[in-house]
């Protein structure tokens, strides 16, 4: 699976948009762009994945760019419950040999 | 049912015990995953379970022993386990069938060994 490479950390208001952003430069074809979440000391939770175009759901926007070297994760109106650990992750269809690979991930701090 | 649920929450275990981990769901996936998670780190991979035949074993030492007795159901049994093995450890499933599918994972079983 390609790496990928995230801030160690960011911060946030309360309330404005959380743009998480990703470089996985070295990225296949048919690897998908997952994106999870951690909060401390619970299991991590699915947030959103994407292949080529910009996908939104109910939690989070994922946009990737055209050459798919790198994508931003946009949580809309950031609330105090959205602190955690983000992990852009790049993997294969199931069925491959490798399956989720985290990196280091990024501590988003979410202020009051 | 849309999770995968560990037990137990917490286990503390001596260098001498034999315990086991235990992760069931009940979403048809046939696909499922140990992690360890060391504090302040990313999970990392142990094994990957594919329709109930073990297809990835990340080179984890043998006193991790994992389990797959049915499709809805993952152990791993522990023996003779080192201080340095203490950590959360993740459990997940997944539809391999299903293109780029997501990954439900548990809440994990924080292990202490002392």
């Known amino acids: 699976d390609a790496k990928t490479t995230q801030p160690t950390s960011m911060d946030c208001a309360e309330g404005r948009a959380a743009n998480l952003p990703c470089n996985h430069s070295?990225?296949?074809?048919?690897?998908?762009v997952y994106w999870y979440r951690q909060i401390h000391s619970q299991g991590p939770q699915y947030i959103i994945h994407?292949?080529?175009n910009n996908e939104t759901n109910e939690m989070a926007s994922l946009i990737i760019t055209e050459d798919r070297k790198s994508s931003t994760l946009i949580l809309p109106h950031a609330t105090l419950r959205d602190t955690a650990v983000y992990y852009c992750?790049?993997?294969?269809?199931?069925?491959?040999?490798?399956?989720?690979?985290f990196g280091s991930g990024t501590q988003l701090t979410v202020l009051p | 049912d849309t999770e995968v649920t560990q037990t137990p929450k917490h286990l503390v275990m001596g260098m001498t015990n034999k315990k086991s981990l235990k992760c069931e769901q009940h979403?048809?996936?046939?696909?499922m995953y140990w992690y360890k998670q060391k504090a302040k780190k990313p999970p990392e991979l142990m094994f990957v379970?594919?329709?109930?035949?073990?297809?990835i074993n990340e080179s984890v030492p043998s006193r991790f022993s994992p389990e797959c007795p049915n499709s809805s159901l993952l152990n791993l049994h522990l023996h003779a386990l080192q201080p340095e093995d203490s950590a959360l450890y993740l459990c997940?499933?997944?539809?391999?069938?299903?293109?780029?599918?997501?990954?439900?994972f548990g809440s994990g079983t924080r292990l202490t060994v002392v």
């Open positions: 994407g292949l080529k």
């Open positions: 997940a499933s997944s539809q391999r069938t299903a293109p780029g599918g997501s990954y439900t």
């Open positions: 992750i790049v993997s294969a269809m199931p069925g491959s040999a490798r399956q989720l690979t």
């Open positions: 379970y594919s329709y109930e035949k073990l297809s």
């Open positions: 070295t990225i296949s074809g048919n690897e998908y």
């Open positions: 979403m048809g996936h046939r696909a």
